[in-house]
């Protein structure tokens, strides 16, 4: 049951929390943390909002929690649990035991029963979870949302052919052409960088070149290997991957390979075909011997890097000195993917000079401004949405200790910031202001920042819902859903969110995380920015509170994405 509470059933799981079971507040209370409350009604407050009642405060978890309102092992949601089992009838907990029973003890008096069923491993979706809520009579969707079995299950999965897709835009099929050239004249010693702003369908034209190009040898037991850096990269090139190849008139099935989310690939389910893996995963089975991956790279027929900028990291050299060890240093064809960060293309030609590799990038009309901006000629042409940028710039913000740490922002930092109250204040009042019918994808500063303003949202009515790597798979995917369809106006994430993840028709980009990289930067910008024809927006108003920051030299991403790449129009407020 992958989705959001309906109305009704928030409504009705309210009711039963208060009227029924009669939830003391302080349970409520901890539910949302300690600290969260107190800066909850300190905002609240200052916002003229009343003092949170009981029903309120307990609808604020419901909605924000949604299918997980049960779900974990914390002390509070043990409490809450337990109070719940209390407020039964005798006869209903006995039955509800019975079915349940603490495998370590026998109990057979009704007043100790309680206590271990609240303490009984909550696995969502699972036969307790449904036996718990189903008695206490709440809606099932309370129960969580199990685990999907697929993607343990499918380490190995056949793409039927035939699937109708949109054709390849122009400058696209220019790119696949040029891709398809280099790979015909340089063969096994091919080496390409293949640039296109973020949005620009870099994956689709990759997957159609290498596709087209590897099709008659996958017939003969070989493999494309895509790199990537993480779970959502890996399941959107294959999505990508299935939809080419069911959309081409090929005769026979295509073998995808996970080598990620701990699937596990055997030498007998090897027949040739595509290969996605994280590089984490591929470089641990490197390291563990893995029998099936040394056959893959002995067969392979292509490899390509996805945000290739990661290449120069230790793991991409671990893989490549492995392949070499394989099959010689000649190895085989490889392309990396990555982003057009407008006129600085210096790390661009790092890593064509790494790659000793070709510059494959489009052929944009000859333009002085295009020159000047190649961004420009993809906003003209509606496929990327033209941004309006707005800088929040007020008190400065001082930090007396080292503000980057390995380059980057503190971690400490970004936790100072994240309780800065007069900076949520200013984050939430425009979030407020906010058109009722906007999409708003906000960056936040922590994972707890994120759930912060998530919960001062929904506190005021709001729809919002949060996300992190901490959160569910299954769950991840049901926010992102609900965001699409707006059923959520507002979606919180940290650590996630910056690629992999297609939502086009986002209006509104809010950055609160501060970040001196470019790359990281861009990524979060790039979310907002697919344009009409793809099926994005015209326009994406893309929003920074970063510019009263001083960082005593070592300037922000922002300062350099707006001035080096002058995309965006800079506006001052207060």
Aim: aromatic content about 10%.
């Amino acid at each position: 049951m992958a989705r959001f509470p309906y109305e009704s059933e928030i409504q009705q799981a309210v009711s039963l929390l208060i009227n029924q079971y009669k939830i003391p507040y302080k349970i409520l209370m901890d539910l949302v943390g300690t600290e969260h409350y107190s800066q909850l009604t300190s905002i609240l407050d200052t916002l003229g909002e009343n003092k949170l009642t009981e029903e309120e405060l307990a609808k604020i978890l419901v909605v924000q929690k949604g299918s997980e309102l049960f779900m974990g092992s914390s002390e509070a949601v043990r409490e809450l649990r337990l109070h719940l089992l209390r407020r039964l009838d005798v006869k209903d907990l006995v039955a509800l035991y019975e079915r349940n029973p603490d495998s370590k003890r026998k109990i057979t008096s009704p007043g100790y029963m309680a206590t271990p069923l609240s303490t009984k491993k909550w696995s969502p979706g699972k036969r307790w979870a449904r036996d718990f809520v189903t008695t206490l009579k709440f809606p099932l969707v309370f129960a969580g949302i199990e685990n999907d079995r697929t993607e343990r299950a499918a380490a190995v999965t056949d793409i039927e052919p035939r699937k109708i897709i949109p054709p390849l835009v122009p400058y696209q099929e220019s790119l696949k052409q040029k891709m398809l050239e280099v790979l015909n004249q340089q063969q096994e010693k091919t080496r390409c960088i293949v640039t296109l702003p973020t949005g620009g369908g870099k994956t689709r034209i990759a997957v159609e070149s290498f596709i087209d190009w590897l099709q008659p040898r996958f017939a003969e037991g070989k493999y494309m290997i895509w790199i990537a850096q993480g779970e959502e990269l890996c399941e959107q090139a294959i999505a990508c991957i299935s939809d080419m190849w069911q959309e081409r008139e090929f005769a026979y099935a295509l073998r995808v390979y996970r080598y990620f989310g701990g699937s596990t690939v055997e030498l007998d389910d090897l027949v040739g075909g595509v290969v996605v893996g994280s590089i984490q995963q591929i470089v641990s089975r490197i390291n563990s011997g893995d029998s099936a991956f040394e056959e893959i790279i002995r067969n392979c027929g292509a490899m390509i890097i996805d945000e290739a900028h990661h290449a120069t990291a230790a793991s991409y050299n671990d893989l490549i000195d492995y392949a070499k060890r394989i099959v010689g240093e000649d190895l085989f064809p490889i392309c990396g993917l990555t982003a057009t960060p407008g006129r600085n293309m210096d790390q661009t030609s790092i890593l064509v000079e790494q790659f000793q590799a070709n510059l494959i990038r489009p052929k944009l009309p000859e333009k002085n401004e295009y020159k000047l901006n190649p961004l420009l000629y993809f906003q003209e042409q509606g496929y990327l949405a033209k941004p309006q940028y707005l800088l929040f710039k007020d008190e400065p913000i001082e930090w007396h200790e080292d503000l980057f740490i390995d380059g980057e922002v503190s971690s400490e930092f970004l936790r100072d910031l994240s309780n800065n109250r007069e900076r949520n204040l200013k984050i939430i009042d425009y979030m407020l202001g906010l058109p009722l019918d906007s999409s708003v994808l906000v960056y936040a500063c922590t994972v707890e920042h994120a759930e912060f303003l998530t919960t001062v949202l929904n506190a005021i009515g709001k729809k919002a819902a949060c996300i992190s790597a901490k959160t569910p798979k299954a769950i991840r995917r049901m926010h992102i859903q609900a965001f699409k369809k707006k059923e959520i106006q507002y979606l919180f994430n940290y650590g996630v969110l910056t690629t992999g993840f297609d939502a086009p028709k986002v209006d509104h980009l809010l950055i609160c995380r501060p970040t001196s990289s470019m790359v990281l930067y861009e990524q979060m910008v790039g979310r907002g920015l697919r344009g009409p024809k793809f099926g994005g927006t015209e326009n994406c108003k893309i929003v920074d509170f970063s510019a009263n920051i001083h960082t005593h030299g070592k300037p922000l991403a922002y300062s350099r994405f707006t001035k080096e790449w002058l995309l965006l129009e800079e506006v001052s407020s207060k």
